[in-house]
Protein backbone atom coordinates (compact mmCIF):
# COMPACT_ATOMS: atom_id res chain seq x y z
CA UNK A 1 0.00 0.00 0.00
CA UNK A 2 2.85 3.28 -0.98
CA UNK A 3 1.71 6.37 -0.34
CA UNK A 4 5.23 7.53 -1.88
CA UNK A 5 4.99 11.42 -3.49
CA UNK A 6 1.47 11.55 -2.21
CA UNK A 7 0.60 14.34 0.72
CA UNK A 8 -1.98 13.73 3.36
CA UNK A 9 -3.86 16.42 5.80
CA UNK A 10 -5.30 14.65 9.24
CA UNK A 11 -7.03 17.19 11.24
CA UNK A 12 -6.54 17.00 14.85
CA UNK A 13 -3.82 14.71 14.57
CA UNK A 14 -1.51 15.95 17.35
CA UNK A 15 -2.63 12.75 19.62
CA UNK A 16 -4.29 9.94 19.84
CA UNK A 17 -6.48 8.27 17.04
CA UNK A 18 -5.36 11.30 14.33
CA UNK A 19 -1.54 10.81 15.69
CA UNK A 20 -1.41 7.25 14.52
CA UNK A 21 -3.46 8.01 11.40
CA UNK A 22 -0.66 10.38 10.68
CA UNK A 23 2.41 7.92 11.78
CA UNK A 24 0.43 5.30 9.81
CA UNK A 25 0.56 6.75 6.35
CA UNK A 26 3.79 8.31 6.37
CA UNK A 27 5.27 4.56 7.42
CA UNK A 28 3.65 3.93 4.18
CA UNK A 29 5.41 6.91 2.52
CA UNK A 30 3.29 9.79 2.52
CA UNK A 31 4.09 13.42 3.64
CA UNK A 32 1.75 14.80 6.14
CA UNK A 33 -0.01 17.90 7.10
CA UNK A 34 -0.70 17.54 11.14
CA UNK A 35 -3.01 20.25 11.60
CA UNK A 36 -4.16 20.73 15.39
CA UNK A 37 -6.11 23.64 16.96
CA UNK A 38 -4.29 24.66 20.76
CA UNK A 39 -2.03 21.17 21.60
CA UNK A 40 1.03 22.54 19.70
CA UNK A 41 3.93 21.07 21.84
CA UNK A 42 2.90 17.37 20.86
CA UNK A 43 2.47 18.17 17.40
CA UNK A 44 5.46 19.57 17.06
CA UNK A 45 6.92 16.58 18.47
CA UNK A 46 5.20 14.56 16.39
CA UNK A 47 6.50 16.45 13.38
CA UNK A 48 9.73 15.97 14.91
CA UNK A 49 9.72 12.78 14.96
CA UNK A 50 8.46 12.28 11.42
CA UNK A 51 11.20 14.23 9.92
CA UNK A 52 13.81 12.50 12.03
CA UNK A 53 12.33 9.08 10.11
CA UNK A 54 12.35 11.13 6.72
CA UNK A 55 13.24 14.38 6.43
CA UNK A 56 11.41 17.04 5.10
CA UNK A 57 8.40 15.05 5.48
CA UNK A 58 5.91 16.81 7.95
CA UNK A 59 4.61 19.80 9.71
CA UNK A 60 2.60 20.80 11.65
CA UNK A 61 0.18 23.52 11.05
CA UNK A 62 -2.32 25.23 13.35
CA UNK A 63 -5.99 26.26 12.50
CA UNK A 64 -9.09 26.94 14.38
CA UNK A 65 -11.65 24.95 12.06
CA UNK A 66 -15.13 26.72 13.57
CA UNK A 67 -13.83 29.84 11.36
CA UNK A 68 -13.61 30.26 7.52
CA UNK A 69 -10.16 31.89 7.80
CA UNK A 70 -9.46 29.00 9.93
CA UNK A 71 -10.18 26.49 7.10
CA UNK A 72 -9.29 28.83 4.33
CA UNK A 73 -5.78 29.61 5.84
CA UNK A 74 -5.38 25.80 6.54
CA UNK A 75 -6.57 24.41 3.48
CA UNK A 76 -4.09 26.85 1.52
CA UNK A 77 -0.98 25.38 3.44
CA UNK A 78 -1.64 22.29 3.56
CA UNK A 79 -2.36 22.14 -0.70
CA UNK A 80 0.76 24.22 -1.12
CA UNK A 81 3.41 22.32 1.17
CA UNK A 82 4.08 19.31 -0.82
CA UNK A 83 3.19 20.44 -3.83
CA UNK A 84 -0.24 19.45 -4.07
CA UNK A 85 -3.23 17.37 -1.76
CA UNK A 86 -4.14 13.86 -2.38
CA UNK A 87 -5.35 12.73 1.04
CA UNK A 88 -7.27 14.37 3.22
CA UNK A 89 -8.64 12.80 6.43
CA UNK A 90 -11.68 15.08 8.44
CA UNK A 91 -10.58 13.56 11.94
CA UNK A 92 -10.94 16.04 14.20
CA UNK A 93 -13.93 15.99 16.76
CA UNK A 94 -15.49 17.33 19.87
CA UNK A 95 -18.00 14.56 21.64
CA UNK A 96 -19.22 15.10 25.04
CA UNK A 97 -23.14 14.80 26.34
CA UNK A 98 -25.87 17.49 25.55
CA UNK A 99 -28.58 16.41 28.09
CA UNK A 100 -31.93 17.73 26.29
CA UNK A 101 -33.54 20.65 28.28
CA UNK A 102 -29.61 21.91 28.80
CA UNK A 103 -28.62 22.37 25.16
CA UNK A 104 -27.00 25.74 24.56
CA UNK A 105 -25.76 27.80 21.36
CA UNK A 106 -21.97 27.14 22.78
CA UNK A 107 -22.23 23.25 22.68
CA UNK A 108 -24.29 23.39 19.54
CA UNK A 109 -22.47 25.45 17.44
CA UNK A 110 -18.92 23.62 18.94
CA UNK A 111 -20.15 20.12 18.01
CA UNK A 112 -21.94 20.86 15.04
CA UNK A 113 -18.87 23.04 13.65
CA UNK A 114 -16.25 20.43 14.51
CA UNK A 115 -18.41 17.16 13.23
CA UNK A 116 -20.07 18.35 10.04
CA UNK A 117 -19.76 21.99 9.22
CA UNK A 118 -15.59 21.81 9.43
CA UNK A 119 -15.05 18.81 7.43
CA UNK A 120 -17.62 19.97 4.71
CA UNK A 121 -15.94 23.14 3.86
CA UNK A 122 -12.61 21.78 4.37
CA UNK A 123 -13.02 19.67 2.03
CA UNK A 124 -14.58 21.97 -0.51
CA UNK A 125 -11.38 24.61 0.13
CA UNK A 126 -9.38 21.33 -0.65
CA UNK A 127 -11.11 20.09 -3.51
CA UNK A 128 -9.27 21.74 -6.44
CA UNK A 129 -5.81 19.83 -5.14
CA UNK A 130 -7.58 16.79 -4.77
CA UNK A 131 -9.04 16.91 -8.21
CA UNK A 132 -5.68 17.45 -9.95
CA UNK A 133 -4.12 14.42 -7.83
CA UNK A 134 -7.07 12.41 -7.99
CA UNK A 135 -7.42 12.16 -4.79
CA UNK A 136 -9.28 11.09 -1.37
CA UNK A 137 -11.49 12.02 1.81
CA UNK A 138 -11.99 10.00 4.59
CA UNK A 139 -14.65 11.50 7.04
CA UNK A 140 -14.21 9.71 10.70
CA UNK A 141 -17.46 8.94 11.68
CA UNK A 142 -18.69 7.11 14.21
CA UNK A 143 -21.30 4.11 15.10
CA UNK A 144 -23.47 6.45 17.02
CA UNK A 145 -24.04 8.27 13.74
CA UNK A 146 -26.28 5.59 12.55
CA UNK A 147 -27.73 4.49 16.08
CA UNK A 148 -28.78 7.58 19.02
CA UNK A 149 -26.40 7.37 22.09
CA UNK A 150 -28.53 8.59 25.06
CA UNK A 151 -27.70 12.33 25.91
CA UNK A 152 -25.78 12.68 22.84
CA UNK A 153 -28.16 13.85 20.51
CA UNK A 154 -26.36 16.86 19.31
CA UNK A 155 -23.24 15.14 18.93
CA UNK A 156 -25.20 12.06 17.30
CA UNK A 157 -26.87 14.28 14.50
CA UNK A 158 -23.50 16.11 13.63
CA UNK A 159 -21.66 12.67 12.91
CA UNK A 160 -25.20 11.34 10.91
CA UNK A 161 -25.04 14.65 8.90
CA UNK A 162 -21.28 13.51 8.55
CA UNK A 163 -22.22 10.35 7.13
CA UNK A 164 -24.62 11.13 4.70
CA UNK A 165 -21.64 13.66 3.12
CA UNK A 166 -19.75 11.00 2.61
CA UNK A 167 -22.43 9.47 0.22
CA UNK A 168 -23.69 12.90 -1.46
CA UNK A 169 -20.05 13.84 -1.98
CA UNK A 170 -18.71 10.82 -3.10
CA UNK A 171 -21.53 10.67 -5.93
CA UNK A 172 -20.96 14.98 -6.28
CA UNK A 173 -17.16 14.51 -6.86
CA UNK A 174 -16.80 11.16 -8.41
CA UNK A 175 -14.78 10.33 -10.77
CA UNK A 176 -11.84 12.39 -9.96
CA UNK A 177 -12.00 12.81 -5.90
CA UNK A 178 -12.96 8.94 -3.42
CA UNK A 179 -14.91 9.91 -0.37
CA UNK A 180 -15.46 7.39 2.61
CA UNK A 181 -15.81 7.30 5.70
CA UNK A 182 -14.46 5.07 9.57
CA UNK A 183 -17.48 4.68 12.07
CA UNK A 184 -15.64 3.78 14.96
CA UNK A 185 -16.70 1.93 18.04
CA UNK A 186 -14.97 1.48 21.34
CA UNK A 187 -11.53 2.25 20.78
CA UNK A 188 -9.46 4.38 23.26
CA UNK A 189 -10.96 5.31 26.68
CA UNK A 190 -10.56 9.33 27.77
CA UNK A 191 -6.84 9.97 28.82
CA UNK A 192 -8.31 12.24 31.51
CA UNK A 193 -11.61 13.21 33.37
CA UNK A 194 -14.24 15.60 31.89
CA UNK A 195 -17.59 15.26 30.65
CA UNK A 196 -16.94 12.03 28.52
CA UNK A 197 -14.71 10.12 31.17
CA UNK A 198 -16.15 6.91 31.89
CA UNK A 199 -15.43 5.10 35.26
CA UNK A 200 -14.47 1.11 35.77
CA UNK A 201 -17.51 -0.19 36.18
CA UNK A 202 -18.87 1.63 32.92
CA UNK A 203 -15.82 0.15 31.17
CA UNK A 204 -16.77 -3.43 31.72
CA UNK A 205 -20.39 -2.70 31.10
CA UNK A 206 -19.19 -1.80 28.05
CA UNK A 207 -16.87 -4.38 26.63
CA UNK A 208 -19.50 -6.98 27.82
CA UNK A 209 -21.72 -5.40 25.23
CA UNK A 210 -19.10 -5.36 22.14
CA UNK A 211 -18.80 -9.24 20.65
CA UNK A 212 -14.99 -9.24 20.59
CA UNK A 213 -14.65 -7.95 24.30
CA UNK A 214 -12.15 -5.91 24.01
CA UNK A 215 -10.88 -2.06 22.88
CA UNK A 216 -9.80 -1.94 19.38
CA UNK A 217 -6.88 0.25 19.61
CA UNK A 218 -6.23 3.36 17.13
CA UNK A 219 -4.09 0.74 14.92
CA UNK A 220 -7.16 -0.96 13.81
CA UNK A 221 -8.69 2.55 12.71
CA UNK A 222 -5.34 3.92 11.24
CA UNK A 223 -5.03 0.69 8.96
CA UNK A 224 -8.47 1.01 7.95
CA UNK A 225 -7.78 4.47 7.27
CA UNK A 226 -4.76 3.35 4.71
CA UNK A 227 -6.99 0.96 3.24
CA UNK A 228 -9.27 3.57 2.15
CA UNK A 229 -6.28 5.54 0.95
CA UNK A 230 -5.07 3.13 -1.01
CA UNK A 231 -7.75 1.18 -2.90
CA UNK A 232 -8.82 3.30 -5.74
CA UNK A 233 -12.21 1.29 -6.42
CA UNK A 234 -13.92 2.01 -3.30
CA UNK A 235 -15.88 5.56 -2.91
CA UNK A 236 -19.47 6.12 -0.82
CA UNK A 237 -18.24 3.45 1.78
CA UNK A 238 -18.75 3.50 5.20
CA UNK A 239 -16.72 1.07 7.54
CA UNK A 240 -17.88 0.25 10.74
CA UNK A 241 -14.60 -0.74 13.06
CA UNK A 242 -15.94 -1.72 16.14
CA UNK A 243 -15.80 -5.48 17.43
CA UNK A 244 -19.27 -5.92 16.28
CA UNK A 245 -20.99 -3.44 18.88
CA UNK A 246 -23.38 -2.13 16.63
CA UNK A 247 -25.18 -5.67 16.14
CA UNK A 248 -26.13 -5.78 20.52
Same mark, same amino acid.
Given at each position: ?15 ? $?????? +?? *?? =? %????? @? ?5 ? /? ?80 ? $?????? +?? *?? =? %????? @? ?5 ? /? ?103
Amino acid at each position: MSLTEKSALVTGSANR $LGAQIA +RT *LH =Q %NGANL @IIHYRRS /AAPALALANELNQLRAESALAIAADLATDTGIDNLAEQACNAFGGLHILVNNASSFYPTRFGEIDRQAWDDLIASNYRAPLF $LAQACY +RS *LR =Q %NRGCI @INMLDIY /ASRPLKHHSVYCSAKAASRMLVESLALELAPEVRVNGIAPGAILWPEKAGRDQVDTAQQQALLQQIPLQVLGGAQVIADTALFLASNDYITGEVIRVDGGRLLN
